[in-house]
């Protein structure tokens, strides 16, 4: 009998909450994004200091959307981070900075809820720029273009989850460092 009950009562839900669920919309839209930018080292030092570059970060997206849980996004965005100059923080004057425009393409899945939504993003894409590496262990600093993979996860939140908070994540693939930025955003429709 409590299994009946249980199933009565999910399907139940799944009836009247079915008209709601838009996890994303389906048609075409601008994303605008920006955040706390942040560059780290692909190495961990064995002193205490995490030595990082904090700065700005921005993102455009053009959201094309399939399906209420996948949509494809190519995207531009600009990172600029610098490391702390503080003797005390960073005594040893390690460097972690990044001054990049970057694009590429993604694909996101969304979870199909509605007021909030999880999401997962990953594609790929290339950081056009510079990036200067200085630590114990590294010392690198290279110009020009460099291929790099998003991995991006947040919330859509809202009544048709059109803000969203997240965390992107741009691992470079031929530098000695990562990039990436804590993001607040707003879609904007074009149908």
């Known amino acids: ?48 200091e995490i030595i990082d570059g904090f700065g700005f970060y921005t993102q455009g997206e053009y959201i094309i959307g399939i399906k209420k849980w996948f949509s494809v996004r190519p995207y531009a965005g600009l990172i600029i981070t610098s490391t702390d100059e503080d003797k005390i923080r960073n005594p040893q004057n390690y460097k972690v900075e990044t001054k990049a425009f970057f694009l590429g393409g993604k694909v996101r899945f969304c979870a199909p809820i509605p007021w909030v939504a999880p999401f997962i993003e990953t594609g790929i894409g290339a950081s056009i720029g510079s990036f200067e590496t200085y630590t114990e262990y590294v010392n690198e600093k290279k110009s020009g273009v460099v291929a790099h993979i998003p ?34 955003g707003y879609t904007f429709p074009l149908d």
């Open 1 to 48: 009998m409590n299994l009946n009950l249980r199933s009565f009562i999910i399907m139940l839900f799944t009836c009247f909450f079915s008209s709601l669920i838009q996890g994303q919309t389906e048609g075409k839209f601008i994303k605008a994004s920006i955040g706390f930018g942040s560059s780290t080292s692909h190495y961990e030092e064995e002193n205490p």
């Open 151 to 184: 991995i991006s996860f947040g919330l859509a939140v809202g009544r048709k989850n059109n803000i969203e908070l997240g965390i992107s994540f741009y691992s470079n693939l031929s530098t000695e460092q990562s990039f990436g930025g804590f993001t607040a």
